[in-house]
């Protein structure tokens, strides 16, 4: 599986879209052990998860090691460390690391941040209303495992309406993002088949 590769949105804005070459079914995805239950994706009824790096290494299918190997946090790190060097005032505005400590953005990133990747299905109606992630949460990358009509969208203010920039809808394709006050997004699934993306959340270990 090819690496990520993305683009700027929006030069005032820390969004990208990012694009993969994953390749898989919609019926090899109905067979994977997908799981309901309490935990920071606020899963429930509607939407059901696989955490990756929680999947007993006999019980990975060819396609979970595959995302497993994408999603390496030197791997995550790389992107990050070239996006950073495209634009460092967008980053450094919002998280602005200490240069005297860390010689460069990896060496920051290499310390500060974790990298969960989770298989994500939601089913029709599953919402989550304009918002911010919690503090601990660095950014997100969000690809479409299979083509969803319904995808993440994008607001200027917490309380705007129509949104500035919407996800794609192709498989293999989605957005990175960065946590900030500009980065308030949602997700509302109308579509009738299940939406099935790939999250990866980068978290902060430490947030001073």
Same mark, same amino acid.
């Given at each position: ?7 700027? =949105? ?7 879209? @990012? ?12 067979? $994977? ?10 899963? &429930?009824?509607? +939407?059901?998860? =696989? ?15 595959? /995302?497993?190997? $994408? ?21 450094? +505005?919002?998280?602005?690391?200490? +240069?005297?400590?860390? /010689?460069?953005?990896?060496?920051? $990133? ?20 304009? %918002?911010?992630?919690? +503090?601990?949460?660095? &950014?997100?990358?969000? =690809? ?16 705007? $309406? ?9 498989? &293999? ?10 980065? @308030? %997004?949602?997700?509302? @699934? ?19």
């Amino acid at each position: 599986m090819d690496n990520f590769k993305y683009k700027q =949105i929006n030069p005032y804005a820390s969004v990208w879209e @990012v694009a993969t070459d994953i390749n898989i079914t919609v019926p090899e995805l109905n067979e $994977l052990q997908w799981k309901s239950g309490d935990n920071n994706l606020e899963t &429930g009824t509607k +939407r059901q998860i =696989i955490e990756v790096y929680n999947v007993p290494e006999d019980e990975k299918t060819p396609f979970m090691k595959e /995302i497993e190997q $994408l999603t390496e946090k030197q791997n995550i790190i790389k992107i990050l460390q070239e996006i950073f060097n495209q634009n460092s005032e967008i980053i450094y +505005r919002n998280y602005p690391f200490d +240069r005297s400590k860390y /010689i460069n953005f990896s060496s920051y $990133l290499e310390k500060q941040i974790q990298v969960d990747p989770y298989l994500v299905k939601d089913a029709e109606e599953y919402e989550l209303p304009n %918002h911010v992630d919690n +503090r601990f949460t660095f &950014g997100n990358i969000i =690809i479409n495992l299979v083509s969803n009509k319904s995808t993440t969208s994008f607001y200027k203010e917490i309380d705007s $309406l129509e949104p500035w920039y919407t996800s794609p809808q192709e498989q &293999g394709k989605g957005t990175l993002f960065l946590n900030t006050e500009n980065s @308030v %997004h949602n997700i509302k @699934v109308t579509q009738k088949e299940p939406r099935y993306i790939l999250m990866v959340k980068l978290l902060l270990t430490n947030l001073f």
